[in-house]
């Protein structure tokens, strides 16, 4: 997997060195000497992750990384921290300014690449989201970046897998200062404790017993509903193979023994904030996809979604040689309602009559609200007859139960006035069936409303 690397340090050669050994992998490099001009290549868009030197003259690494993190258009940018710098104080500095890793000077080549493949190829993920939620903001979604880069990473639920009961504790009573923690002491049933607890993140011990760890991960990544589980492990030496292995597998992070408590609270913290991030990216793309398709005061589908679905379903129809009828439904003088108690009162009968809809149609049916107090149902499998029947048991459920208004101090009684027809006659075309419907409608309209009318 190839990305565009920047590099970021104010000693040349660094860089040169740097760039030969990632250009070898294939990799695109730009390089920065100072934190301005690598904040404002990141702000470009020209690059998917950092390679950042933390002392440098003016504004320092630790500085530069905080404004990426904190800015929405950057927040997303993977950051490794490579320094001379080898302290726990430093390397804790740099995950609380929100690096990704800290890879300290000389560099293991090894170590470099898999990180930076690692991540990514978890940032390409985040891409694709970043890009749908963006296509959203026009739709009066708060903004979807913003509000994911303001996520803090506290208060999480951590799944501590660890079969050493001194360590898992010591982790645990760490950890308990900031999020839930639970403990599962690695066998047989971990994937179950984990579907069940449903964590935020897990920290997995490499150095389990009962189970073969990087099975374990393997069932994650491959559980529809756990791939995208942030997965921090746990290792007892840097150069240990199955650290790298684990990364190639979609591991997010790593932690060498002995475990330093306030690294590793940085790095549970960093974990969730991540998949805090991608989950409010993934709401907003759902939220965007809902507003497309369906109406925001009934909940019911909207017309554009129903139009979509109608020709997809006479095409079917045609197919299997099954009927197909339509219910095109109008409230009777619903002007009237908002003209004596206020629009209030009019919403309230139009979500009440969506209700009434809903409770009486099948599942495979698509009911919507396909304009003011109009409202269209799709009946597949259904011909004119059975869809009459239906229809009257709609008008009478209307018409016989008043309808709650002003917040439950008042009752009014409804009418409703429907149109029946049925796909057979329309030769497969929509606009031709709901017009079909729609005049036998009006046919109810003209005969005293409160009624039902099959297309002639």
Same mark, same amino acid.
């Given at each position: 997997?190839?990305?565009?690397?920047?590099?970021?340090?104010?000693?040349?050669?660094?860089?040169?060195?740097?760039?030969?050994?990632?250009? *070898?992998?294939? %990799?695109?490099?730009?390089?920065?000497?100072?934190?301005?001009?690598?904040?404002?290549?990141?702000?470009?868009?020209?690059?998917?992750?950092?390679?950042?030197?933390?002392?440098?003259?003016?504004?320092?690494?630790?500085?530069?990384?905080?404004?990426?993190?904190?800015?929405?258009?950057?927040?997303?940018?993977?950051?490794?921290?490579?320094?001379?710098?080898?302290? &726990?104080?430093?390397?804790?500095?740099?995950?609380?300014?929100?690096?990704?890793?800290?890879?300290?000077?000389?560099?293991?080549?090894?170590?470099?690449?898999?990180?930076?493949?690692?991540?990514?190829?978890?940032?390409?993920?985040?891409?694709?989201?970043?890009?749908?939620?963006?296509?959203?903001?026009?739709?009066?979604?708060?903004? &979807?970046?913003?509000?994911?880069?303001?996520?803090?990473?506290?208060?999480?639920?951590?799944?501590?897998?660890?079969?050493?009961?001194?360590?898992?504790?010591?982790?645990?009573?760490?950890?308990?200062?900031?999020?839930?923690?639970?403990?599962?002491?690695?066998? *047989?049933?971990?994937?179950?404790?984990?579907? #069940?607890?449903?964590?935020?993140?897990?920290? /997995? =011990?490499?150095?389990?017993?009962?189970?073969?760890?990087?099975?374990?991960?393997?069932?994650?990544?491959?559980?529809?509903?756990?791939?995208?589980?942030?997965?921090?492990?746990?290792?007892?030496?840097?150069?240990?193979?199955?650290?790298?292995?684990?990364?190639?597998?979609?591991?997010?992070?790593?932690?060498?023994?002995?475990?330093?408590?306030?690294?590793?609270?940085?790095?549970? =913290?960093?974990?969730?904030?991540?998949?805090?991030?991608?989950?409010?990216?993934?709401?907003?793309?759902?939220? =965007?996809?809902?507003?497309?398709?369906?109406?925001?005061?009934?909940?019911?589908?909207?017309?554009? %979604?129903?139009?979509?679905? /109608?020709?997809?379903?006479?095409?079917? #129809?045609?197919?299997?040689?099954?009927?197909?009828?339509?219910?095109?439904?109008?409230?009777?003088?619903?002007?009237?309602?908002?003209?004596?108690?206020?629009?209030?009162?009019?919403?309230?009968? /139009?979500?009440?009559?969506?209700?009434?809809?809903?409770? /009486?149609?099948?599942?495979?049916?698509?009911?919507?609200?396909?304009?003011?107090?109009?409202?269209?149902?799709?009946?597949?499998?259904?011909?004119?007859?059975?869809?009459?029947?239906?229809?009257?048991?709609?008008?009478?459920?209307?018409?016989?139960?008043?309808?709650?208004?002003?917040?439950?101090?008042?009752?009014?009684?409804? @009418?409703?006035?429907?149109?029946?027809?049925?796909?057979?006659? @329309?030769?497969?075309? &929509?606009?031709?069936?709901?017009?079909?419907?729609?005049?036998?409608?009006?046919?109810?309209?003209?005969?005293?409303?409160?009624?039902?009318?099959?297309?002639?």
């Amino acid at each position: 997997m190839t990305a565009r690397v920047l590099i970021v340090d104010d000693v040349f050669a660094n860089i040169k060195l740097l760039e030969a050994r990632l250009t *070898a992998e294939y %990799f695109s490099v730009i390089s920065a000497m100072n934190g301005p001009q690598a904040l404002d290549i990141a702000e470009r868009g020209e690059c998917d992750i950092v390679l950042l030197d933390v002392m440098m003259p003016g504004m320092d690494g630790f500085e530069v990384c905080r404004r990426l993190k904190s800015a929405p258009a950057t927040a997303h940018l993977p950051v490794v921290m490579v320094t001379a710098l080898d302290s &726990p104080a430093d390397r804790l500095a740099g995950l609380q300014a929100g690096a990704d890793d800290f890879l300290t000077k000389p560099i293991n080549e090894l170590a470099l690449l898999t990180r930076v493949r690692s991540l990514v190829r978890l940032k390409h993920l985040t891409d694709e989201l970043r890009a749908r939620a963006k296509g959203s903001q026009g739709l009066g979604l708060p903004d &979807p970046l913003t509000v994911a880069a303001a996520e803090d990473g506290l208060n999480g639920r951590v799944l501590l897998i660890e079969d050493q009961h001194v360590t898992a504790d010591r982790m645990s009573a760490a950890l308990q200062l900031h999020h839930i923690v639970e403990i599962d002491a690695g066998g *047989a049933e971990s994937l179950v404790r984990i579907e #069940e607890f449903n964590p935020d993140v897990v920290v /997995l =011990s490499l150095s389990l017993r009962e189970v073969d760890p990087l099975r374990l991960v393997s069932q994650i990544r491959s559980n529809d509903q756990l791939r995208n589980l942030p997965v921090l492990v746990l290792a007892e030496i840097m150069d240990d193979p199955r650290v790298n292995r684990a990364l190639d597998m979609g591991v997010n992070d790593y932690l060498i023994r002995p475990v330093d408590r306030n690294e590793l609270i940085a790095r549970v =913290s960093t974990q969730i904030r991540k998949r805090r991030y991608q989950d409010r990216l993934r709401d907003n793309l759902r939220a =965007s996809m809902e507003l497309a398709i369906v109406d925001p005061l009934t909940r019911l589908n909207n017309r554009r %979604f129903l139009q979509t679905q /109608l020709s997809m379903l006479l095409r079917d #129809e045609n197919r299997r040689g099954a009927p197909l009828s339509l219910l095109v439904l109008d409230l009777d003088h619903f002007k009237r309602i908002n003209d004596v108690y206020g629009h209030d009162a009019g919403d309230e009968v /139009l979500r009440e009559c969506a209700e009434r809809l809903r409770s /009486l149609v099948r599942g495979i049916d698509i009911v919507a609200r396909f304009g003011g107090e109009e409202f269209v149902v799709a009946m597949p499998d259904t011909d004119a007859f059975a869809a009459s029947r239906v229809a009257e048991r709609i008008r009478d459920l209307i018409d016989k139960k008043p309808f709650v208004i002003a917040r439950g101090e008042k009752t009014i009684h409804v @009418t409703i006035s429907i149109g029946v027809a049925s796909a057979p006659r @329309t030769g497969g075309n &929509p606009d031709a069936l709901f017009k079909l419907a729609d005049a036998a409608l009006y046919d109810a309209k003209r005969a005293g409303r409160n009624c039902v009318r099959a297309a002639a």
